[in-house]
């Protein structure tokens, strides 16, 4: 990575919306571009996020993800409010989802967004 | 492989290069298995589609049964620089048809 | 075409006990989806059903539609009491670690061979 600062900053998500769902995550990956990160990290971490918004829209009221993105290292925060995941060691498991139906016909919740985000997290 | 040498349905020329093929409807596999230069084959012709595309650097994408998406999401795929097919094929003979041409999923 | 012999070719795993949903019965064409709406919608009678859902409506959705049997691809692995469903409403359900777009690929040839449609 050849930046040489810290850029920070935070989006709020709005859960049910997915009208919008994945504007953050789109503009998140503009940053990270326009900052001179390399594409295949880029893809990596917009993936990761992509499915923290998608969680914080499907399964929360809201939530609100932040970044920093400094030398050496881009971290992603995002906090909801809840309910929170009953079984974690459950819901890393390939295909496992407690999205109701109406998610599943949307294209979501069939249960590989935390396995995902795993795979492409540090 | 040319997109124009597997094009199923008529549509705009393109020269994107397609290494990979990726058919699913669920978005959440199209992140976690798909490579950046793949044709996503869904049946989801919704704009979550083509959000999830571009978070993939997917630039190619087709829609299944000629579903024909709405103004937002053809808007979203030109702002994104993706191109956007339909064909008139189900999801199986699209996918029988571009193995056929040599096409290959994307190794995991 | 018979179930048992495009689960030969294809090498997919039966994941039904032998003494449930038997592999004899015959195959239509096949339809790829994971919106169950969709193939509600447009599933052929006799189609095999490639899929990633593993959730348990999917069996109610090959029981409505008639379809010979649910492929799960890329290794999924059902939950049980989508199997429990499976063999009560006689629906064999085989596994493959392969993709869709691999498995569709194949069979589609295999079928096209037959002259069978997707």
Not at chain 1, 11 to 27: K, L, N, Q, Y
Not at chain 1, 96 to 109: F, H, K, L, N
Not at chain 3, 46 to 67: E, P, R, S
Not at chain 3, 94 to 109: I, M
Request: hydrophobic share 40%; charged share 25%.
């Amino acid at each position: 990575m050849k930046i040489d600062k810290t850029y920070e900053g935070s989006f709020h998500i709005v859960g049910g919306d997915f009208s919008r769902a994945g504007e953050a995550s789109t503009e998140l990956k503009t940053i990270m571009l326009s900052v001179g990160i390399e594409d295949e990290v880029v893809r990596r971490v917009a993936i990761a996020t992509f499915e923290a918004e998608m969680n914080i829209i499907i399964y929360t009221p809201a939530g609100i993800l932040r970044y920093s993105i400094s030398p050496g290292e881009i971290r992603i925060i995002a906090e909801d409010m809840g309910p929170g995941i009953e079984d974690i060691e459950l819901a890393m498991q390939k295909g496992y989802s407690t999205a109701p139906d109406w998610v599943r016909e949307m294209g979501w919740g069939a249960g590989m967004g935390l396995p995902n985000m795993k795979k492409n997290a540090g | 492989m040319r997109l124009k040498e597997i094009v199923i349905t008529n549509s705009r020329d393109s020269e994107a290069e397609i290494e990979w093929a990726c058919a699913t409807d669920l978005m959440s596999d199209v992140l976690y298995y798909s490579r950046g230069n793949s044709v996503l084959i869904t049946g989801l012709a919704k704009q979550q589609a083509i959000r999830t595309s571009d978070i993939a650097d997917i630039k190619v994408v087709v829609f299944t049964r000629g579903k024909e998406p709405d103004r937002q999401t053809i808007e979203l795929s030109q702002k994104k620089k993706i191109t956007l097919l339909i064909t008139p094929y189900s999801m199986f003979t699209a996918c029988g048809k571009l193995y056929e041409e040599g096409l290959r999923c994307c190794p995991e | 075409m018979k179930l048992k012999e495009i689960a030969e070719i294809l090498s997919l795993k039966p994941l039904t006990p032998a003494e449930g949903p038997d592999l004899e019965r015959e195959v239509s064409g096949a339809y790829v989806g994971d919106l169950l709406s969709d193939v509600m919608a447009n599933s052929e009678d006799g189609n095999i059903w490639i899929t990633l859902q593993t959730h348990v409506n999917i069996v109610a959705v090959a029981t409505l539609k008639n379809l010979s049997a649910i492929v799960i691809v890329n290794g999924r692995m059902p939950e049980s009491d989508t199997l429990d469903r499976a063999v009560s409403e006689d629906i064999p359900i085989l596994l493959t670690g392969k993709s869709a777009f691999e498995t569709a690929g194949k069979l589609y040839r295999i079928l096209n061979a037959r002259n069978l449609q997707g």
